[in-house]
C-alpha cells in the first residue's frame, strides 16, 4: 500500500489558502509578507520531490499548476517527470502542457493507494486534503507552520464532527524565522 502525504504551508491558525501569492485572497503571498526568508525551512520541500512517487492534486490546484510548474525545469524536474493525478468530478481533459489521470472520487484515490510505487503527495488542494482525511486515507502531514494568523480561509482540516484522528509527531524542527517543520504519521 502506498504512503498518502499531504503537505502544506499553513497560519498558526490553520489557513493554508493562496501561499504564494495567488490571486483573490486577501492575504496572498502570506508565507513571504513578513515572513523572512530561511532557506534551510524548505529543505523538506526538496526531499518531498526526491521521495515522492506520485504527484496528486485537486482540479484548482492542478488548473493554476498547469502552467506554471511545467516551465520551472529546475525547481520541479521531479515532480514534471512523474506520475500525476488530479481529482475532479468535472474536468473534462488533462492540461496538455502537464498531462495528469484524471480520478473522479476519493474511492479512486483509495484504489490509487493500493498500486504499487513511491509514495503520493498532495499539494495545494484544501478541498481535496480534507476530504482525504474525512475518508481516512491520508498516512502523514508534511507541514510547514508560519508564524502568522489569516483569520478567513481554506483551511488544511474540514469542520466535518468526526472521531478522534491520533497524530504521531516524527519530525519537528523551528527555523530562525519561527516557521516551524511538523511532520506527523496518522495513528491507525
Known amino acids: 500500500m502506498r504512503t498518502l502525504i499531504v503537505t502544506a504551508f499553513v497560519s498558526v491558525d490553520g489557513v493554508m489558502e493562496a501561499p504564494g501569492g495567488e490571486p483573490g485572497y486577501r492575504n496572498s503571498g502570506w508565507t513571504f509578507k513578513g515572513v523572512e526568508f530561511d532557506e534551510a525551512a524548505y529543505e523538506i520541500k526538496a526531499r518531498e520531490q526526491d521521495e515522492a512517487g506520485a504527484l496528486l492534486l485537486g482540479r484548482r490546484s492542478y488548473e493554476a499548476f498547469a502552467p506554471v510548474w511545467p516551465t520551472m525545469v529546475e525547481e520541479f524536474a521531479g515532480y514534471n517527470a512523474m506520475p500525476r493525478y488530479v481529482v475532479s468530478s468535472t474536468l473534462a481533459a488533462q492540461d496538455d502542457r502537464w498531462p495528469a489521470t484524471i ?86
Not at 491520508?138 to 464532527?161: C, E, I, M, N, Q
Open 103 to 188: 480520478l473522479r472520487s476519493v474511492d479512486d484515490v483509495a484504489k490509487l493507494k493500493e498500486t504499487e510505487g513511491g509514495p503520493i503527495s498532495v499539494h495545494g488542494s484544501a478541498t481535496l486534503g480534507a476530504a482525504l482525511a474525512d475518508a481516512g486515507l491520508v498516512d502523514r502531514y508534511h507541514l510547514l507552520v508560519f508564524p502568522v494568523l489569516l483569520g478567513a480561509g481554506k483551511r488544511l482540516f474540514s469542520t466535518a464532527d468526526k472521531d478522534l484522528t491520533k497524530l504521531a509527531l516524527v519530525e519537528h524542527e523551528v527555523y530562525k524565522n519561527g516557521v516551524q517543520k511538523q511532520v506527523f504519521d496518522v495513528v491507525r
